[in-house]
């Protein structure tokens, strides 16, 4: 019978030590691997252990998780061999492809194992201070301006009424512009946390009130950045 492991890979490219050696294990189980990126993963499955032959598996692209890739699993689960699921960063199907192979494995009747590594969403949330009891992540807020300053009053009221936190992303290039509308738009009590760069070297995790943020220069260009929002 197929198992389907779900392994986390690196935040960071050079964060090789957040990843649980028992991970090597379970790649060592597979014959087949779905890889968001195959360059990325074969370069990360070499970082973590250089005994692992990478040609030696079968490669499959996950980004889409077309009628193709659907097929290509359903054969490979056909044929009684192992899958190993490999996201860009962080864990597979948490705000990263691998989700619906993951639901299509459950129509299957198949194993699927879960392993631990590194998730930037939680790791933000832990170091936050924030509410980690009653949280939501709502993943990327609208690019139009307007849309998004309607989408963070939303946050900052659900928030208030459920004594939630509010997890959020942006796309790296526009980071800076997200936190001038938070500003721009937030109740000066409420809490904002800027987890950037997590596991690397120059990692940083900040929670400051709106007033707070706005008294001090600040710049998250093309950085990996997660934001929490809490409001009292």
């Known amino acids: 019978m197929s198992k389907v492991y779900l392994v986390p890979s690196v935040l960071h490219e050079l964060a090789v030590h ?5 991970i090597i294990e379970a790649v060592k189980d597979c014959q087949v691997i779905f890889a968001e990126n195959e360059r990325t993963s074969r ?4 970082s973590i252990c250089k005994e692992i032959i990478i040609d030696d598996y079968e490669w499959f692209t996950i980004h889409k ?15 009684g061999k ?3 699921i490999i996201s860009e960063a962080g864990c597979p199907g948490v705000a990263d492809p ?5 639901e299509l494995a459950h129509q299957l009747n198949v194993t699927v194992q879960p392993l ?15 509410n980690g009891q009653q949280f939501e992540f709502v993943g990327y807020l609208p690019i139009d301006n307007s849309e998004r300053i ?17 997890i959020f992303i942006e796309t790296p290039y526009r980071n800076n512009q997200l936190l001038e509308s938070l500003l721009n738009t937030c109740k000066p009590a409420t809490k904002i946390c800027i987890a950037a760069e997590l596991t690397s070297a120059n990692e940083y995790v900040k929670t400051k009130t709106a007033a707070d943020w706005k008294k001090e220069k600040h710049d998250f260009h093309k950085k990996p950045v997660i934001f929490l929002l809490y409001a009292p």
């Open 18 to 22: 957040t990843i649980p050696s028992y």
């Open 43 to 46: 370069r990360f499955l070499k």
């Open 65 to 79: 998780a077309g009628e193709e890739q659907k097929n290509s699993f359903r054969q490979t689960i056909k044929d």
């Open 82 to 84: 192992n899958i190993a």
């Open 98 to 102: 691998g989700q619906l192979l993951v």
């Open 116 to 130: 631990v590594g590194p998730s930037s969403i939680l790791l933000a949330l832990m170091a936050s201070g924030m």
């Open 150 to 166: 309607k989408a963070v009053k939303e946050m900052e009221l659900n928030s208030h009424k459920k004594n939630s936190t509010q």
